[in-house]
């Protein structure tokens, strides 16, 4: 630990998610921040704050206690907690890894237990809600740890969500992640498909939303996906791409075949958003309801498929 009581955090990867997470870790936390990204621009969501740059993982893992991770998956996880050049490589290591980012339960377990044999404890943390929120530092934050590392990071994983759950030991917070964003997902192509399906019967998406909301078939993806992009038809390239819905949901299958468990909805959606990355490209995911819209892109990839 450093010398004070106080530790010193490193976070690597300054992403859409992590720059704002970042953020806020540099204003709330008393001790030391590092922060650590292969590109020079991404700093620019931490100017003003007193975390400091370092050129190199190597630098980081020499002076933080606790290194955050917001990463784009697990080979890059893996590669960062335990490859040449990463946190473990050299004599110093944190003593606490905890990742943010989303990865399979298999690699979060996986990556533990090795980086346990190095003395190092992990904790699998991802993080759910929107860019918006994790600027406010009101994430919720799922967390696969044990009892006692839990109570030590839970303080830290404060400074960047108003909900922190403890969903178990290593890998549950990986678990409940990837069922809630295959929720989102799920709900993100009823919705759109509802929509499209009221105006075509003559009622105006923003009325059929109005009054949704008011009712039963209320929820949290209508009054963000639906309200603020599906209604007026934007999808910025700057936000959670199709792409990355794709993965998220190859995850979920991995972890339904592993555990024996039927999950038609899901690879429903996955068919959904094959049909969107190929028409939108890095298109904001609810573009899916210009897939449903336009009726014929489904059938294609269902036909590529068998």
Not at 4 to 12: A, D, L
Not at 201 to 207: I, K, M, N, R, S
Not at 223 to 237: S, V
Not at 246 to 254: A, T
Request: glycine share 10%; aromatic share 6%.
């Amino acid at each position: 630990m450093s010398t004070s009581s106080i530790p010193v955090i490193g976070f690597v990867g300054l992403g859409v998610m992590g720059g704002a997470m970042c953020r806020n870790v540099a204003l709330k936390h008393a001790g030391d921040v590092l922060a650590f990204d292969i590109s020079a621009d991404a700093f620019a969501a931490v100017e003003g704050t007193k975390a400091r740059r370092v050129a190199t993982l190597a630098a980081l893992a020499e002076q933080a206690d606790v290194v955050l991770l917001s990463l784009p998956g697990g080979p890059a996880v893996e590669q960062v907690c335990l490859g040449a050049g990463g946190l473990t490589a050299g004599a110093r290591r944190p003593s606490v890894i905890v990742d943010l980012s989303t990865t399979t339960v298999a690699a979060a377990r996986s990556i533990d237990a090795r980086l346990a044999a190095l003395g190092v404890a992990f904790a699998d943390a991802p993080v759910a809600r929107t860019r918006e929120a994790a600027q406010r530092g009101e994430l919720s934050i799922m967390v696969g740890a044990d009892d006692d590392l839990f109570a030590r990071i839970a303080p830290l994983l404060s400074y960047m969500g108003s909900d922190v759950t403890h969903c178990g030991p290593v890998g549950c917070g990986q678990v409940v992640k990837l069922i809630n964003n295959a929720l989102v997902f799920e709900n993100t192509v009823a919705l759109a498909e509802m929509m499209v399906l009221g105006q075509r019967a003559g009622v105006q998406p923003a009325t059929l939303l109005d009054a949704v909301s008011k009712g039963s078939g209320d929820s949290f993806v209508l009054r963000n996906h639906g309200r603020k992009a599906m209604l007026p038809r934007e999808f910025p390239e700057k936000s959670f791409p199709s792409a990355y819905v794709l993965k998220d949901i190859g995850y979920v299958l991995e972890l339904a075949q592993q555990t024996g468990t039927a999950t038609r909805v899901t690879e429903l959606a996955q068919l959904y958003y094959q049909s969107t990355h190929a028409a939108h490209g890095a298109a904001y995911f609810p573009s899916v309801i210009e897939v449903v819209d336009a009726g014929h892109a489904l059938a294609d990839a269902a036909g590529d498929r068998t």
